[in-house]
């Protein structure tokens, strides 16, 4: 029997409530107290750790991120924060340099975003990759993940023309002479990344291995990651039961990724259905897209975009298949999440969950991810029918520089509401959308309760009425995910009968100036009892 205590500590239990110490016994917390009390109930053998007066929360979990592709990202071209194109192709030389792919091997990016370039504020073209890697077909994807660009070898290795038909739901702009540009938009994107080295179950651990490393870094304990779809979602499964089998990192509770009925009812046929699986490796819900971004203006708006009246954005899924999916999964006993940022798209999300829910019960804990672009009339909706929201703070750091263009202020004014959905009382929890941002949960908190960017702008914060108090950011970041996951009563709280995932911080963020909360660094993260990460 493994026994750990953590003492001389300010620990987190609930809303203004704090403790010195908690004992772990096996993976599970068996008590917290007094720093006297938790001592003498400990074995004689258990394992001593003085806190030194810092703060314990507990482990933050990401309602709503893509694992795999962070790792991925962690072994490609790394694009996040690039402030030109310049720089773009600067960091993609860099890359060919240092590991000289053999000519003719696709090559893979992703993070760009054209409204932080400095040079030209402009969405990258073919022409660009050509110039970057000209003996490589090169795919650079927009960090929002909705749009990618692809070189002209790129496009021709995957037999795109100026004929070729994109996918439904998806775009393939051409220029004035009827030839791609190489912008690829939503669905069509997969006619691109189709020419990608096929997966195997080795090369998806090692890139669940990398991005399992770094979400320790950033105190992160739980994930609810999508990385299982169609055509590849087998290799998928086997590669997080292998990576899960030996002292793992990491909890992770998958969102299952289907756009159409046969291939979900395929997986139902296999036997799955949502909480399957052991604390490690959980199946969760469903997870569909409704439409895009809000930088790619393919986000769904009901009204044209306040800054392109030409659209209203891109629908990925027809309403009458929408309802059909969500009949399916109601049937089979599957929770469904949709991806919805424009109002267009959040709107269509809850009409179709109030065809299945009946007097505001939603014992499946459906939801929508991201719930971006609302109004108040929107929000009340999720409250009535006890809909989920898991949210994104993180995605004010960019997005506040583009809403107000995109869709107007009175608009802008009510979106991004996580403060309004708090006092509503629905369950809202945090996610980075990791790789589109990094899985840094100090970030995430400090865009949430100073509505800044991580430059520290606004001075005030951007509609500074929905800042989030830093208990409740807290509780959103790690009780209220794990209510996402059916997992509220074993996980999210530093109590006994909890799994005992915990991270030790390097500041009080209760207590310091908000604008300070930026600085706190992880010093240790705690799983299962284990010590995972150390700073």
Not at 195 to 203: A, D, L, R, Y
Not at 328 to 349: C, L, P, R
Not at 378 to 400: C, G, N, T, W
Request: hydrophobic fraction near 40%.
């Amino acid at each position: 029997m493994s026994a750990l205590v953590i003492h001389n500590g300010k620990i987190y239990i609930e809303k203004h409530h704090f403790e010195e110490a908690v004992l772990v016994m096996d993976g599970i917390i068996k008590a917290v107290g007094s720093n006297d009390a938790i001592l003498a109930a400990a074995p004689r053998d258990a394992k001593l750790y003085d806190a030194k007066g810092r703060t314990v929360v507990p482990g933050f979990n990401d309602s709503h991120q893509h694992l795999q592709s962070v790792g991925e990202n962690l072994a490609s071209i790394q694009l996040l924060g690039a402030d030109s194109i310049a720089e773009v192709k600067r960091r993609v030389r860099a890359f060919i340099e240092k590991n000289e792919p053999a000519a003719g091997t696709v090559l893979h990016g992703t993070g760009w975003n054209q409204d932080y370039f400095t040079d030209e504020k402009r969405v990258l073209v073919r022409t660009d990759l050509d110039d970057m890697a000209p003996e490589n077909p090169l795919i650079l994807e927009r960090a929002c993940g909705h749009i990618l660009t692809a070189s002209s070898s790129a496009l021709e290795l995957a037999g795109i023309t100026g004929k070729t038909e994109p996918l439904p739901g998806g775009a393939i702009d051409l220029d004035e002479n009827g030839e791609p540009t190489g912008v690829i938009r939503e669905n069509a994107c997969s006619q691109v990344l189709s020419i990608m080295p096929k997966e195997t179950v080795e090369s998806i651990m090692e890139k669940l291995c990398l991005a399992m490393d770094h979400a320790a870094e950033c105190g992160v304990t739980s994930v609810q990651s999508m990385d299982m779809r169609p055509g590849k979602w087998r290799e998928t499964w086997e590669a997080y039961k292998r990576v899960q089998t030996e002292a793992p990192t990491l909890r992770v509770y998958q969102q299952v990724n289907f756009m159409e009925p046969e291939s979900f009812k395929e997986f139902i046929n296999e036997g799955f259905k949502t909480g399957d699986g052991d604390p490690f490796l959980k199946i969760g819900p469903l997870k569909m897209f409704l439409d895009g971004s809000l930088g790619a203006r393919t986000a769904l708006m009901r009204k044209p975009y306040n800054d392109d009246a030409s659209t209203c954005g891109i629908p990925t899924i027809t309403k009458e298949c929408l309802d059909e999916m969500i009949k399916t999964a109601q049937e089979n006993g599957f929770s469904v999440i949709v991806h919805a940022i424009g109002d267009g798209a959040i709107d269509m999300a809850l009409t179709a969950y109030e065809k299945v829910i009946k007097n505001g019960e939603n014992p499946l804990r459906h939801g929508i991810v991201h719930c971006q672009i609302t109004d108040m009339p929107m929000l009340e909706r999720f409250k009535k029918s006890d809909i989920l929201a898991l949210v994104q703070p993180i995605f004010l750091h960019y997005d506040m520089t583009v809403v107000e263009d995109r869709v107007g202020k009175e608009l802008a004014g009510t979106s991004y509401a996580f403060e309004t959905l708090r006092k509503l009382g629905v369950h809202e929890s945090f996610g980075t959308d990791s790789p589109v941002e990094d899985l840094n949960a100090i970030n995430n908190l400090y865009c949430a309760v100073t509505r800044k960017n991580l430059k520290g702008q606004p001075e005030r914060g951007f509609y500074p009425d929905e800042c989030m108090d830093i208990y409740d950011a807290v509780d959103a970041y790690t009780y209220e995910s794990a209510y996402a996951e059916f997992e509220e009563n074993v996980k999210g709280r530093i109590k006994p009968g909890y799994y005992a995932d915990m991270v030790i911080l390097s500041q009080d963020i209760f207590t310091i100036p908000s604008d300070e909360i930026i600085n706190t660094k992880v010093d240790a993260t705690i799983v299962d009892g284990r010590f995972v990460y150390e700073r």
